[in-house]
């Protein structure tokens, strides 16, 4: 069995990035951080997760993230699996943070997705079903 470890994000403001992810999930840590370069450019670098996971946050960001509402190539965004939806858009919610649009309406699974501060669309997920034929229907 796969699983992911990590995703790493060029960002333009790590701070802004923690407080949202911090928000969502407040079991996480910063596990390391340092500053070296990368392709000739100075950068600042931090690992945010637990001991399984984490996302990679690069400070050297130029330039903005693809539009979400266009067909550029590129990351459309990333998901998270939570077991308690309502809560976790609360801690959002009270950090400041919106929910950017809701899923659509299905059975077996409630979602929304909001845009973190260095605009990547990040979806979390609840699923109502362990069943993954359930879990797993589209509409």
């Known amino acids: 069995m796969l699983n992911l470890e990590h ?3 060029v960002v333009r403001d790590i701070p802004a990035a923690l407080k949202f992810y911090q928000a969502a ?3 996480w840590r910063v596990r390391d951080a340092g500053e070296n370069q990368w392709n000739g450019k100075d950068r600042k670098w ?3 997760g637990d001991d399984y996971q ?3 946050f690069n400070d050297n ?3 903005d993230n693809r539009d979400l509402s266009g067909h550029q190539t590129g990351l459309a965004h990333f998901a998270f699996i939570s077991a308690n939806l309502a ?3 609360e801690r959002l919610k009270k950090a400041g943070f ?3 649009h809701e899923g659509a309406d299905e059975p077996f699974r409630k979602n929304v997705y909001f845009i973190d501060p260095n605009g990547f669309e990040v979806e979390f997920v609840e699923y109502l ?3 993954p034929e359930q879990r797993n229907l589209s509409s």
């Open 46 to 48: 931090v690992h945010f």
């Open 25 to 27: 999930f407040p079991h």
């Open 61 to 63: 960001g130029i330039g």
């Open 54 to 56: 984490y996302l990679a």
């Open 98 to 100: 919106a929910i950017d």
């Open 129 to 131: 079903s362990d069943m």
């Open 7 to 9: 995703v790493n994000l």
């Open 87 to 89: 809560a976790l858009v």
